[in-house]
C-alpha cells in the first residue's frame, strides 16, 4: 500500500459557494436514486449511498429529507445523466457529468464555459478513453489494517488501496474497484461494519499532464467554471 494517486484538485469557488453546490448535487443524486428504487434505504443501497455522502459534507437532515419527499411527488423533475467530454487549454483531458432536465439548456451551456475557458467541447469518445470508471470508498483512518482489508476485500473486486487526505487535512483511506464491482464492494463494506466517508463513482485518469503553475491555474479557472453550473455534478480532469 502506497500513496494513492489523485489528481489535483480545484478549490477555487468559496466555502460557502461549494457548499451550496455539494448539497444540489445531492438533491439531484437522491432524486435520481428515488426515482429508480424507491425511497426505502433498506431495499435501495443507491439511495444509502446518496444519504452517507450527504452526511460526508454535513448537508441537514431537513434537507435530505425534503429531497426525497420531492422525489416522490409527481410533478417532480426528471433528471437525465448526460456526460460531456472535452478539453481544457495545454491539452488537459475534461470529463463534465451533468444532471439535468432540460438536456438542450445543458449542452449550451457547456460548450459555452469551454469555449469562455480557452478549451474545446469535443465529441463523445473523444476524450473518455483516457479514464478509467471506478467505485471510490473513502474511510477514516482509524486503527483499520490496510493489510487485513486488502486481504478481506480482495474477493469483492479490490484494485487500489492506499492512503490519502480530505481538503481539511484528514488522513483517510481510499478504495478504488472496478464500476461493475460497485454493488459488491459497497454491500462487502456494509456487511462487514466497515464505515465510509463517502461512495462515489468516479473517472480515473490513466495517464497525466503535468503543467507549470501558470498554465495549471488556466485550466482550473474553466474547472471552476464547469462546477458553478447549476446541472454539473462532477467535473474530472487529468491534470497532475
Known amino acids: 500500500m502506497g500513496r494513492i494517486f489523485e489528481v489535483r484538485k480545484s478549490t477555487m469557488f468559496a466555502r460557502w459557494d461549494k457548499m451550496a453546490k455539494q448539497f444540489s448535487r445531492i438533491g439531484k443524486e437522491i432524486a435520481i436514486a428515488v426515482k429508480a428504487g424507491g425511497p426505502d434505504t433498506g431495499?435501495?443501497?443507491?439511495?444509502?449511498?446518496?444519504?452517507?455522502?450527504?452526511?460526508?459534507?454535513?448537508?441537514?437532515?431537513?434537507?435530505?429529507?425534503?429531497?426525497?419527499?420531492?422525489?416522490?411527488?409527481?410533478?417532480?423533475?426528471?433528471f437525465e445523466e448526460i456526460l460531456y467530454e472535452g478539453?481544457?487549454?495545454?491539452?488537459?483531458?475534461v470529463l463534465v457529468e451533468t444532471a439535468t432536465d432540460n438536456h438542450v439548456r445543458t449542452v449550451a451551456n457547456i460548450k459555452s464555459h469551454f469555449n469562455k475557458g480557452n478549451g474545446a467541447m469535443g465529441t463523445s469518445g473523444s476524450v473518455s478513453f483516457q479514464f478509467k470508471k471506478m467505485g471510490v470508498f473513502k474511510l477514516k483512518n482509524d486503527g483499520l489494517s490496510p493489510e487485513d482489508?486488502?486481504?478481506?476485500?480482495?474477493?469483492?473486486?479490490?484494485?487500489?488501496?492506499g492512503e490519502s487526505t480530505t481538503e481539511e487535512g484528514e488522513d483517510i483511506l481510499v478504495i478504488r474497484c472496478a464500476f461493475n464491482d460497485f454493488g459488491n464492494m459497497q454491500k462487502a463494506l456494509e456487511e462487514k461494519n466497515i464505515s465510509t466517508l463517502s461512495a462515489e463513482v468516479e473517472w480515473i485518469p490513466t495517464t497525466v499532464v503535468e503543467l507549470n503553475e501558470e498554465q495549471a491555474q488556466d485550466v482550473l479557472k474553466l474547472v471552476d467554471r464547469l462546477e458553478q453550473d447549476?446541472?454539473?455534478?462532477k467535473v474530472f480532469y487529468n491534470l497532475k
Open 230 to 233: 447549476e446541472d454539473v455534478q
Open 43 to 78: 431495499t435501495n443501497p443507491a439511495l444509502r449511498r446518496c444519504f452517507q455522502n450527504a452526511k460526508s459534507v454535513n448537508m441537514p437532515k431537513d434537507r435530505i429529507e425534503a429531497a426525497v419527499k420531492r422525489a416522490m411527488g409527481k410533478d417532480t423533475e426528471n
Open 149 to 161: 482489508l486488502e486481504l478481506e476485500l480482495i474477493d469483492f473486486g479490490l484494485e487500489e488501496l
Open 87 to 93: 478539453y481544457a487549454p495545454h491539452g488537459v483531458a
